[in-house]
């Protein structure tokens, strides 16, 4: 296998193993905070071991160039994951998948002032018809606003995200590896500190075997292996392929909650899935292209 057929393997393989995570967090029978404080833990564990086996040193003057967008990198990493995998508690994990998907759309509307991006016809057109998908796949009922409580995790979800999106941009000449074991130490941290001193509760750990398996391997490998996986193959292949394959992570993760969780879209969310997906896509084709 040549080095790019290599590169291409893993973003596949790491877009796969993100869009299975639902499934695991779905079996994991502790509050939501708890999974993503244990998950931060374990991943942060895993990034040191590899940087002490492959001997790579950590880019200290990296860190130190970019430390305030890598701090609130790592508090939009935490408070993403967070209300992402309270969404997976309370609603079907492809409604949220979908809905946490939306985040291309408010990284469009914020752009404008963020980036100075112009905000073209196309982009527009992709906004409106994306709006319309999130509301058909969260079926959202305006005149019961109290009906789509749940809903609204996912979309702070959503909005976490695209925040990590925009100070991930900020950050400089960091590699990838170094980047995400930072904001993952950062993530931990604060999550550490709401948990236990705000909230002064004490951390929970899984009691049943399954959600001890389904823990580590969160951290281990929906977290490490495919942070790895990803950063390792992402710079190295063309931007326009790696945006396309990464859509593989939503579409593998309905897919693995219809087979697993028996979890099924009425046709309207699935039209609503088509939308949201289909214009996050159509956006980051190059013109030439469309």
Request: proline share 3%; with cysteine.
């Amino acid at each position: 296998m040549t080095n790019k057929k290599l590169d291409y393997f893993k973003l596949i393989i790491s877009s796969l193993i993100f869009g299975s995570i639902g499934v695991f967090i779905k079996n994991i029978n502790i509050p939501a905070m708890h999974i993503v404080l244990l998950r931060t833990i374990i991943a942060s564990i895993f990034f040191i071991l590899i940087f002490l086996l492959t001997k790579n040193k950590i880019d200290i003057q990296g860190i130190k160039k970019n430390i305030f967008p890598l701090f609130f990198a790592g508090c939009a990493l935490g408070i993403s994951w967070v209300f992402l995998f309270e969404a997976y508690s309370r609603i079907q994990i492809s409604i949220a998948t979908l809905i946490y998907y939306f985040s291309p759309t408010i990284l469009i509307l914020v752009s404008p002032i963020v980036f100075k991006d112009k905000l073209t016809i196309i982009k527009i057109f992709c906004v409106v018809l994306s709006t319309i998908g999130m509301f058909l796949v969260a079926n959202i009922k305006l005149n019961e606003l109290s009906e789509n409580k749940d809903i609204f995790f996912a979309l702070v979800a959503a909005f976490g995200y695209t925040f990590l999106v925009i100070f991930n941009k900020k950050i400089y000449k960091v590699d990838g590896n170094t980047t995400t074991f930072v904001e993952m130490i950062i993530a931990t941290v604060i999550l550490a500190i709401y948990l236990l001193v705000i909230n002064k509760e004490m951390l929970i750990l899984p009691a049943d075997t399954i959600s001890i398996i389904f823990i580590i391997i969160v951290g281990i490998i929906h977290t490490g292996i495919a942070c790895l996986f990803y950063f390792s193959a992402v710079n190295k292949l063309p931007t326009t392929n790696v945006a396309l394959l990464t859509y593989i992570d939503p579409i593998s993760a309905l897919i693995f909650s219809y087979i697993f969780l028996n979890e099924k879209l009425s046709i309207f969310q699935i039209i609503g899935a088509f939308l949201i997906l289909g214009t996050s896509i159509l956006v980051q084709i190059p013109k030439k292209n469309k």
